[in-house]
């Protein structure tokens, strides 16, 4: 009886000892890369859900204005726009990615629709083709003739060893270094407080000379993304907490939601549609963004004085 007893002791026993390693390889199983990179496993970020904004009615709106101001992502407070660098392949660090990477690979998936005519039309209004897209920053696909000097060296006459290669030129995501963002400000008589949100997004590329091909240190903008939709992707995409708390990541839509970017204003709504830099230059067009900004300050101010 006493021996029946010790070997179920012992099959029960080695039971439980083989369901909790079991246990332990099916958690070591579904470890992913982001994972074993950490001592706990991230959910936050991948759950979140954007924040909606406050509903408005045009009837709360007392005053607005759009404006349109540049990001410098060679500015150190902008640098989590830009890091980590691209190599071509989507090379991210951690769980982390720039967000020229993070919107141009939802353009290409399809989660983001991008608006052509960039220069001229920051209004959303001609949807970019799959053509048009395959070829943002100057990607294209070509074929070109050369010659196979391996055939040339084994004795072949080299017009005959003449052979077509196709030749692929890939988007250099790294050479993005400003946004342009499209944005509204509006005071809110309903809550009596002035408010901005963005309304569209723009990645600036530096333009090169067509003769000599050396950059010119003008930009222009690739393409339109609508900022609201934009959310969506932005909420999920994970930036570098600049005060260097890990635990505390931020995403994109965080980091424009709390305004936390350094930027500079390049024009305001006005009756000939000019850019600031159309008719000032150089400390003048800084004063005159500088005094832009505390117009918009001082018509708060004198709302609430009088």
């Keep these: ?94 769980d982390r990615r720039s967000l020229i990477d993070v919107i141009y690979s939802a353009i290409k998936e399809g989660s983001i629709t991008a608006y052509g005519n960039a220069a001229i039309d920051d209004e ?42 196709l030749v692929k030129k890939e988007f250099d995501r790294n050479s993005v270094k400003k946004w342009r963002l499209k944005e509204e400000w509006f005071f809110d008589k309903q809550y009596s407080n002035m408010q901005v949100r963005i309304i569209g997004l723009a990645p600036l590329q530096e333009d090169r000379d067509e003769v000599t091909g050396r950059l010119t240190g003008s930009f222009s903008p690739l393409f339109w993304v609508h900022f609201p939709e934009a959310r969506e992707i932005l909420i999920n995409a994970e930036v570098f907490n600049s005060v260097k708390n890990d635990a505390e990541r931020r995403t994109y839509d965080d980091i424009f939601w709390k305004r936390m970017f350094n930027s500079t204003i390049t024009m305001e709504a006005n009756v000939a549609n000019r850019r ?31």
């Excluded at 970019?128 to 004795?155: H, L, N, P």
């Design 1 to 94: 009886m006493k021996n029946s007893i010790k070997l179920l002791s012992s099959i029960f026993l080695a039971g439980i000892i083989t369901i909790c390693f079991s246990n332990n390889l099916n958690a070591q199983d579904v470890l992913s890369v982001e994972d074993m990179n950490s001592v706990y496993k991230k959910e936050l970020t991948l759950n979140k859900k954007v924040q909606a904004y406050t509903p408005l009615r045009e009837a709360d709106v007392m005053w607005s204005r759009k404006i349109w101001r540049e990001i410098d992502l060679r500015e150190k407070m902008n640098h989590p726009f830009y890091y980590p660098e691209n190599d071509g392949v989507g090379a991210t660090t951690g």
């Design 124 to 165: 959303f209004r001609e949807p970019m083709t799959q053509e048009e897209i395959k070829k943002i920053g100057g990607a294209k696909e070509e074929i070109v003739e050369v010659i196979d000097w391996d055939a040339v060296a084994a004795g072949a006459d080299p017009e005959e060893a003449k052979t077509n290669r």
């Design 276 to 306: 600031i830099n159309e008719y000032m230059v150089g400390l003048d067009a800084l004063l005159e963004a500088e005094r832009i900004k505390a117009e918009i300050f001082n018509i708060e101010h004198d709302l609430w004085e009088y």
